[in-house]
């Protein structure tokens, strides 16, 4: 009799455990999320999907390649990317530029595998969750950028120290020389 007890109080505390945690991260309330079934390389829909489900996109079109952190779907079954960030939305509750662009990229992406979404979606560290619009003038957005990033580095920007410090690429970059944080070999 005391060992049914004792199942029935974990098991108790388990299930409070949980929603708890589901209540401390409300992505995870009720949230469709899609994944390939890469098994059988088909859309196959779920509660939640590890981001390691999540398909890589790849377009060859345009020379791009990422995967977004979730894939989730509206009510009338059009799916769309969520980037999750750690850190807070711009002040007033904005997007950043550079991560509206992140998930535009996946935007155009699902566009370019023939499931053009509605938005993307960005979800903050503090709670904000900021809807992306996929229509042309984010469709313009995201080429321009991928347009400045392909095109030949010519000099017009001039390095950072601070950033160099930081940055992987300070071993091959020239930039990295002329404000002293790599030097040249003798």
């Not at 992505?27 to 899609?34: A, D, E, N, P």
């Not at 859309?43 to 590890?50: D, E, H, L, T």
């Not at 489900?53 to 952190?69: E, H, I, K, N, W």
Request: net charge positive.
């Amino acid at each position: 009799m005391v060992p049914l007890v004792a199942i029935l109080i974990a098991g108790l505390v388990v299930i409070t455990a949980w929603a708890l945690y589901r209540t401390a991260h409300p992505r995870l309330r009720g949230t469709k999320v899609r994944a390939v079934d890469l098994a059988e390389g088909r859309w196959a829909r779920s509660v939640w999907v590890p981001m390691e489900r999540v398909p890589t996109m790849t377009s060859a079109r345009y020379g791009l390649t990422g995967r977004p952190d979730e894939l989730r779907e509206t009510s009338d079954g059009r799916v769309f990317p969520v980037e999750i960030k750690s850190g807070r939305a711009a002040p007033g509750g904005h997007a950043h530029a550079s991560h509206e662009i992140q998930v535009l990229a996946y935007c155009l992406l699902l566009e370019e595998e023939g499931n053009p979404p509605p938005y993307g979606l960005l979800v903050y560290g503090n709670g904000a969750e900021i809807q992306v619009p996929w229509n042309a003038v984010g469709r313009r957005r995201v080429l321009a950028a991928l347009a400045e990033v392909q095109r030949p580095y010519r000099g017009a920007m001039s390095p950072a120290y601070p950033k160099c410090v930081r940055c992987p690429y300070r071993g091959s970059c020239e930039g990295a020389i002329a404000v002293g944080v790599r030097r040249t070999q003798p």
